[in-house]
């Protein structure tokens, strides 16, 4: 069975920080891409991070335009675990935040090509 547990979520002032942590089990994820969305009340879900596996123990970071620059994602595949560093929050950060995982290399950005999916945490930043 695989699962993926965030944790890390809370209440923020804007500018504060958080760093949310997805662990996962049930199978090693070293070459698996880990992605984050995260989905606001009355909104869809949307990308946030996503760390793709490119071989050689390399691995290729991409952002949304509207984190970028905030937030970083890195992992630690000793421990299972891929990490999203939130700095600089804004109020319009708020939301639950999704871990997911899947075999691919190309269209991280796309919920549709993650295979697991964490059952979110969620961030609130007070203005």
């Known amino acids: 069975q695989v699962q993926l547990v965030e944790s890390g979520g809370g209440l923020v002032q804007a500018g504060g920080s958080l760093r949310l942590s997805c662990a996962a089990s049930?199978?090693?994820?070293?070459?698996?891409?880990m992605g984050w969305f995260r989905q606001a009340p009355g909104q869809e879900r949307e990308f946030v991070a996503a760390l793709t596996w490119i071989g050689g123990g390399t691995y290729y970071a991409d952002y949304a335009d509207y984190v970028k620059g905030r937030f970083t994602i890195s992992r630690d595949n000793a421990k299972n675990t891929v990490y999203l560093q939130m700095n600089s929050l804004k109020p319009d950060d708020t939301a639950v935040y999704y871990c997911?995982?899947?075999?691919?290399?190309?269209?991280?950005?796309?919920?549709?090509?993650?295979?697991?999916w964490g059952q979110g945490t969620q961030v609130t930043v007070s203005s």
């Open positions: 049930g199978r090693t994820f070293s070459h698996y891409a």
């Open positions: 997911a995982a899947g075999e691919l290399s190309t269209d991280w950005d796309r919920e549709g090509r993650y295979n697991y």
